[in-house]
């Protein structure tokens, strides 16, 4: 197994950097750098420019606009994305249902649906969690029931990311509770602006409006919008869920945060001396390394078999598990080495003519980010329900 990267692939860094340095506008760039939050504009100029380059689909046949990447190119191009302070892509539409629908769906739903998630004339978002129904997605209630060639969805779903910019939804239905539970569920494609439809904001933690509820009362959804057979639902998710795992382990921006950890601990002084000269705070850094680099070489062997044509099977777990651990540990670590620099503020409390240095905006994202990784370790797959996978995999328990 050759974990190195080839010249060709390493010319295909030197590209790929060269597109950031020219095409990344300025004005994301330190949005991204500094921690503060996007715009749905944002996201869209950005998903525009990398399908202007034919960048914007990795997972995708190349026939359908996909880029013929493989696992390695990929895994280069989200590093060298996340080292520049470039946006992550909105993945509802390109990396979720996208796949299910090269995959599951008919002919008219690829010619309709596919150019519109890569010309960004649809904002995707994913109807999966329930209230009594999460980490077991067997169990949702939101229930489907046929009226000649529509269906008459009534449910609720919650923590749907960016619902507020969505103009379409994927939503796990159950369509038949006689069957099994995974039997009984369907995967619909709903148009949110459908009569029934209420988006409530779900405000986080670090205050912001990020998730949401969403309420199906009568809605007619089109028996036409029903992605592969009715009762397939479950095959749907569970083949969507491995392409929303590809990558989670976040090993680009896990890179990124350890050199903003390193800088901001150099400039932040302790007793008169630079943090990171600190022993205990020095070695706090040293350990987040050493495991992001055993993090690394777990991943490139991954990579290495994905390229040998092998499937990554609980490989993909463990990343997934140590990945999400690390990036909330060097998230806290960011946030102590800031001090009172990382206390949560609000912009009205300044002078109207006052602004901020780049490390002042920076610590005043801090406290926000913080709270906001502490999601890692659910969506995805909560990581307990990882460890089992784990568990049953390779140690056969």
Known sequence: MNLQFTAEENTFRDEVRSFLAAQLPSAIQQKVRLGQRLHAEHHICWQNLLNARGWLAPGWPVALGGTGWNPVQKHIFEEECAAAHAPTVVPFGVNMVAPVIIRF?????????????????????????????????????????????????????????????ANMMFCLVRTDSQAKKQAGISFLLIDMQTPGITVRPIITLDGAHEVNEVFLDNVR???????????????????????????????????????????????????????????????????????????????????????DGNAPGAESSLLKIRGSEL???????????LGPQALPFHADFLNGDEMLDDDQAFGACAAAQYFNRRKLSIYGGANEIQKNIVAKTILGM
């Open 105 to 165: 769906g008919n002919e008219a739903q690829k010619s309709h649906y596919l150019p519109r998630i890569l010309n960004n004339h649809d904002w995707w978002c994913q109807g999966y969690s329930e209230p009594g129904a999460g980490s077991d997605l067997a169990d949702i209630k939101t229930r489907a029931e046929r009226d000649g060639d529509a269906y008459i969805v009534n449910g609720q779903k919650t923590w749907t990311t960016l619902g507020q910019h």
């Open 221 to 307: 959804v089109p028996v036409a919008n029903r992605v592969g057979e009715e009762g397939q639902g479950w095959t749907c998710a569970k083949f969507l869920l491995t392409h929303e795992r590809t990558g989670i382990a976040g090993l680009g921006h896990a890179k990124q945060a350890l050199r903003q950890l390193k800088d901001v601990a150099r400039r932040q002084l302790h007793r008169g001396r630079p943090l990171i000269t600190t022993p205990s705070f020095r070695e706090k850094i040293a350990r987040a390394e050493l495991e992001l680099m055993a993090l690394e070489v777990t991943n490139l062997r991954v990579l290495a078999a994905a390229r």
């Open 327 to 337: 990036r909330q540990r060097l998230s806290d670590l960011t946030r102590r080495a």
